[in-house]
């Protein structure tokens, strides 16, 4: 019997030795993680741009004033809400990672006053919807196709929104 190593035992333990170097860091020694793509910053925008806006309804719902435009804001919170799902959906996270710029749930109603009346409630919606649909369209040319498309026709329903948002404003 020899008692030398065989030459696949020395192999062996020389391709082991960077393993466990390697391993001994973590995965710190394989790459820095890789940077998100420009949508990435896109989508998590448009999502703070959707929790944003539906919070602002929340808010005027919770006013004074609220019961006089339940007609008129159910509908379009119903679609924000629905504009909010279809972006959390394309917004993939990685296990582990949490996302804190789009926790699971909108925020809640804020303390701020409430407008003074429903004509003033239905303004700053107005501008809110109009803020919104510019904001969508900047980072259009930065994202693919598909992301564009959604952001584009979100961006139309926010534009529609503020219309029906000043027909409601002039019929009070």
Do not use: F
């Amino acid at each position: 019997m020899r008692a030398d190593p065989s030459r696949r035992a020395l192999l062996a333990a020389a391709a082991a030795v960077p393993l466990a170097a390697a391993g001994c860091r973590g995965v710190g020694a394989l790459a820095p993680p890789p940077r998100p793509a420009p949508d990435v910053a896109v989508l998590k925008a448009a999502i703070a741009g959707e929790r944003q806006l539906i919070a602002r309804y929340l808010d005027v719902a919770a006013g004074q004033h609220a019961a006089g435009l339940a007609d008129v804001l159910d509908p379009l919170l119903a679609e924000h809400r629905q504009h909010l799902a279809q972006l959390r959906g394309r917004l993939i996270v990685p296990r582990g990672a949490a996302s804190a710029s789009s926790p699971a749930h909108p925020p809640a109603p804020s303390a701020t006053a409430s407008p003074a009346s429903p004509a003033a409630a239905l303004a700053a919606l107005r501008r809110a919807e109009q803020q919104a649909s510019a904001a969508l369209l900047t980072g259009l040319s930065t994202v693919p196709p598909s992301l564009a498309q959604l952001l584009a026709s979100i961006s139309a329903s926010e534009a529609t929104h503020s219309a029906i948002l000043r027909t409601a404003g002039g019929s009070r």
